[in-house]
């Protein structure tokens, strides 16, 4: 059977394709290697004998857009959270409340001895929520030029979200060293960069403020499988055929021909179309060129706890530390001193990193009494990890519970649950692992690094140089993160 689109990869974005083509009336493939579908946006009890379904990888959801959600009939919840951050800062902290205005205005008054940085932090996230407004919606379209971008974001949101380091205006803007962190970890998120001379931090960001026209971060009731198992459910239902356990060998893109092996077997199906929702390292690999690895920078710890920990800063309430994004060490210094130590090929001795805990938000993950907790440690660049994975893995964890532990009242190791057989309920993993165990180059969450959401010279973002062939990953233009939308476009460059 010939099909109109063979899709290389059921992780979300190839599911968005197939769910897109197949209610279109299109003959459509899926080929998965995994014996599940959702690539990395998947739920998984991490821990024997645990009842807990963690969002092992990716966590939270900000960039799918709703028009996706309408359009294909996902029946998937995403909750807001009540508290947007919390950061510790001795024995208080500074608590972003995204329902009352006047406790962050006290809580920033405590931390900065003043109401200018609060003044500044809402001028600056109201041009960012206008810069959201107009821009998201551009993401589900053809690619406009920067020159339109510039005009519909205007001049001053063009400067300090695009032209010049986003570290400058955070400079500018806030005097605090703990509220300018706090701001520039969005520019830093799976990305090795210095936001004070680097544009790729301000592209990092700008993907962390823009999502849905709205920036917000929301938790997937049910976890990430959710959205996945929603996806896939929507394309099966449309029509589309999904193989698991079927490893994609080679790609003729000329022909339109996709080699995989099956069990034992190996086959060749032929399509109109081949969507590849791979890394651009993977697809070189496909397509016999040499492929050029990327460097993922994060280190990420995955844990199931008794019970929350107890804060230095009595003034607040776990639950509202912990139901938002804590931040730990990184204040514009400390995330400075970090980026030097991790750019000397050392890892840095208080790394910075954040957590949440999506149990907190959404009690039907567990099956137990305790809490879940993600960590998601900056400025681990996958070189630190090549020599010595295991050494260097233990001396990164290490070093990151010596971190979280340092803005606690006691260590986070007294609040872990164990399994059955007594083993503490946490994993780290490296760029490294998920180089290894999923399969992603250099262990970079975005396949490879963010590209601007615009380009001169028009199309989709999703082409490759080969007219047969697209690129509908998190690897394509305006894609990183569980968006969706290189899937999307992959399937409207062929449908309209």
Known sequence: MRYDAVIVGAGHNGLVAAAYLARAGRRVLVLERLAHVGGLAISAQAFPGVEARLSRYSYLVSLLPTKIVMDLGLRVELR?????????????????????AGRTEESFRAVTGGARDYRAWREFYEMTAEVARVLAPTLLGPLPAAREVERLVGARAWGEMFAEPIGRAVEARFRDDTVRGVVLTDALI???????????????????????????????????????????????????????????????????????????AEHVVSAERVLANVPPAVLDRLLGREPETPEGAQLKVNM??????????????????????FHINESQEQLARAFAQAARGEIPAL??????????????????????????????????????????????????LRS???????PIEDCLATTPAGEPCLEAKTPVDLENEAGLPGGHIFHRDLSWPYADEGGWGVETGHPRLLLCGAGARRGGGVSGIPGHNAAMSLLT
């Open 190 to 264: 799976g990305t090795f960069a210095d936001p004070a001379a680097d544009l790729l931090a301000n592209r990092c960001f700008l993907y962390h403020v823009i999502g849905d026209g709205t920036g917000e971060w929301n938790v997937p009731v049910g976890g990430m499988g959710a959205v996945s198992g929603a996806l896939a459910t929507s394309a099966r239902e449309a029509g589309a055929q999904i193989r698991t356990g079927a490893e994609v060998i080679g790609i003729d893109p000329e022909a339109g021909e996709v080699s995989f092996r099956l069990g034992e």
């Open 351 to 400: 790394p910075p990193a954040e957590v949440y805990c999506h149990s907190l938000t959404d009690r039907s993950i567990l099956g137990q009494d305790g809490e879940t907790m993600t960590l998601f440690g900056l400025h681990m660049p996958a070189r630190l990890f090549r020599d010595d994975p295991e050494k260097s893995r233990r001396a990164a964890l290490d070093a990151t």
């Open 304 to 325: 199931v706890l008794r019970r929350l920990p107890r804060l230095k800063d009595t003034g607040v309430e776990p639950y509202a530390a912990f139901s938002g994004t």
């Open 80 to 100: 807001r959270r009540r508290y947007a951050s919390y950061t510790p800062v001795g024995r208080t902290g500074l608590l972003v409340d995204n329902e009352d």
């Open 404 to 410: 979280i532990n340092s803005v606690l009242a006691e």
